[in-house]
Nanobody
């Protein structure tokens, strides 16, 4: 399993950025997917996830600003990030996940892509 994330970069606060994560092996349609982030000095946190059936959930900190989507035909999951804030600065990771009750459990990680939001 390989997950290739891309799309990070430097962006001004208030602007938008779209991350992509391509999965190898035609596995996307068989799995729930998630985006996580890790800011300097902080723990990795779940930002958004999308089930196989298309049910999406978001962290409160990004609700209304970020949108997760998936294109199974392209084996790609996206994270559209709008109205970016300084506190969104982090390394963003995509992951194959599964849910266990109320918990989202990561199974496989992609490499991270750095998002830096400047004032």
């Amino acid at each position: 399993v390989q997950l290739q994330a891309s799309g990070g970069g430097l962006v001004q606060a208030g602007k938008s950025l779209k991350l992509s994560c391509r999965a190898s092996g035609r596995i996307l349609s068989l799995n729930s997917m998630g985006w996580y982030r890790q800011a300097p000095g902080k723990e990795r946190e779940l930002v958004a996830d999308c089930t196989i059936g298309g049910v999406k959930t978001y962290a409160d900190s990004v609700k209304g600003r970020f949108t997760i989507s998936r294109d199974n035909a392209k084996d790609t999951v996206y994270l559209q990030m709008d109205s970016l804030k300084l506190e969104d600065t982090a390394v963003y990771y995509c992951a194959i996940v599964h849910t266990l009750g109320q918990y989202v459990i990561p199974d496989y990680w992609g490499q991270g892509t750095l998002v830096t939001v400047s004032s």
